[in-house]
């Protein structure tokens, strides 16, 4: 609207500059020179307004290339941080897995040699009382040349059930080797230990596989041994494997402790 105006306006004076009948009067040279200078001051704002305009749209491309430029570098991080968490996650899991491997045994996945034996060197270091067993199943060498080794593999995953679901919380059982088991039974005497594995025995005597038309059970041998203050783990180790060749000697099939 007002621009409509200054251009009516603007009209008039030119129209009044170019009529022939105003050349005398006092202030026509000075309205003359007043409407050159307004329209020079007019075309430069005008060039002003197009170079704004323009700069405008040039800041406006620019901001959209850098948004975009910013959006396609940002999908980039993105996707590379991705890669970079399942790599991570995937080294977790890989270092999981070697853990598990290296501690543990592939076929009842109950602990290894190495890992019980750094349970105790710690309950020695604490000096913690504590007891061990070794179990072995009776003439397991039997059902695996009758039977095969598949059924012996399924008979060791079905004691390692029980005795799994038998054990307190705070005890352990770990694949010893072959056919054996180490019970590691924390904060127990020789005493208790012995009522603890003979309960195990009998739960374990009841277990049943069944191999084509045959049904299979075995029974267990035991020795105990209780850890004595100053000795290695390995002493209590061997003193129960002493007391196991005892048991199985005196018949199998039953548990003895070794001699206090």
């Not at 910013?70 to 977790?92: C, F, M, P, V």
């Not at 390692?160 to 056919?179: F, K």
């Amino acid at each position: 609207m007002k621009d409509s105006h200054d251009d009516t306006l603007l009209a008039e004076v030119a129209a009044l500059l170019e009529s022939s009948e105003h050349d005398g009067h006092p202030l026509h040279d000075a309205l003359q020179r007043l409407y050159r200078h307004h329209c020079e001051q007019r075309g430069q704002m005008q060039r002003l307004i197009e170079i704004s305009d323009r700069y405008q749209l040039l800041a406006m491309e620019a901001r959209q290339v850098t948004q975009q430029r910013y959006e396609r570098t940002l999908r980039r991080q993105q996707k590379l941080s991705r890669i970079s968490d399942g790599y991570q996650a995937l080294i977790q899991e890989r270092n999981q897995a070697l853990h598990q491997a290296s501690t543990h045994d592939p076929l009842t996945e109950l602990p290894n040699r190495r890992l019980i034996g750094e349970r105790l060197e710690s309950l020695v270091e604490a000096r913690r009382r504590f007891t061990l067993a070794l179990l072995d199943i009776d003439h397991f060498k039997a059902i695996n040349d009758r039977h095969g080794h598949d059924v012996g593999d399924r008979v060791l995953v079905a004691l390692t059930q029980v005795l799994s679901e038998s054990l307190r919380e705070y005890d352990l059982c770990a694949r010893w080797g072959g056919e054996e088991f180490l019970l590691l039974l924390v904060d127990t005497d020789r005493s208790e230990a012995h009522t603890i594995v003979e309960r195990l025995r009998l739960r374990l005597a009841e277990v049943c596989i069944r191999s084509e038309d045959q049904t299979i059970s075995v029974t267990v041998s035991a020795g105990l041994s209780q850890h004595q203050p100053g000795d290695p783990h390995e002493v209590t180790v061997k003193r129960a494997d002493q007391a196991l060749l005892e048991a199985k000697r005196a018949g199998r099939d039953r548990s003895l402790t070794d001699t206090p």
